[in-house]
């Protein structure tokens, strides 16, 4: 089964606003990581978040790991109409070389 | 720059006819991946190599084979494509196992089966 799933599947907002993804998994990690996808292309690694961190920043970008409840979120701040994308999030439960992605989100930002 | 090579980017191949996918990395990571991914779906993890070693996913069939002559490439072969097989297919690499690290991915091939 499936290591992460994503909520929402799609988010549309105004740009200039702020969006928030999330991410939950289901077994241990060491860490969690998120990339982006543009339409029709490979993905790109934004972020990588170890399971003994609870926040990490990235430019606009903030990360959060819960790893009581089993999730993650990842908030954009100040959106531009380039943050238009799918947003995966990624788990290497196993401890081994090989991520698990999630079911992605779907963000539009309208200009 | 240091980067994924995926070619071509666009494939199409007839139902049956065994096609070839390619990829090279300039970054002399020790581990390469194949993902095959669906329109709207996550990545799915065909199979991997950690230098030379071969790690097929259980759930990988048998249709869909991988080389790795050496470090910088690795080709993704399907001996008889059906239409199910046409997907996005994306190779990526890491440094290796023990950083846990982040992968890097080529722009990916998209594959249409006729």
């Known amino acids: 089964s499936q290591q992460g799933e994503e909520d929402p599947q799609a988010l549309s907002i105004q740009e200039g606003e702020n969006a928030t993804m999330n991410c939950s998994y289901k077994t241990s990690i060491n860490n969690l990581q998120w990339y982006r996808q543009n339409s029709g292309r490979g993905l790109v690694h934004l972020i990588l978040?170890?399971?003994?961190?609870r926040e990490k920043h990235s430019g606009r970008l903030r990360v959060t790991l819960d790893t009581s409840k089993k999730s993650s979120s990842l908030l954009i701040t100040a959106s531009r109409a380039a943050d238009t994308a799918s947003y995966f999030c990624a788990t290497d439960a196993g401890g081994n070389e090989k991520l698990t992605f999630g079911t992605g989100t779907r963000l539009t930002i309208i200009p | 720059d240091a980067m994924v090579i995926q070619n071509p980017r666009y494939q199409v191949t007839q139902f049956g006819k065994p096609v070839t996918l390619s990829c090279s990395q300039t970054l002399n990571h020790n581990v390469m991946y194949w993902y095959q991914q669906k329109s709207s779906q996550a990545p799915k993890l065909l199979f991997h190599?950690?230098?030379?070693?071969?790690?097929n996913e259980a759930d990988t069939p048998d249709n869909f084979q991988s080389r790795r002559p050496n470090t910088s490439f690795c080709f993704l072969d399907i001996r008889s494509p059906g239409l199910g097989d046409a997907a996005m297919y994306l190779c990526?690499?890491?440094?290796?196992?023990?950083?846990?690290?982040?992968?890097?991915f080529g722009p990916g091939t998209r594959l249409t089966v006729t």
């Open positions: 190599y950690y230098d030379k070693d071969f790690n």
């Open positions: 978040i170890r399971s003994n961190e």
């Open positions: 990526a690499t890491s440094r290796d196992s023990g950083s846990w690290g982040e992968q890097y």
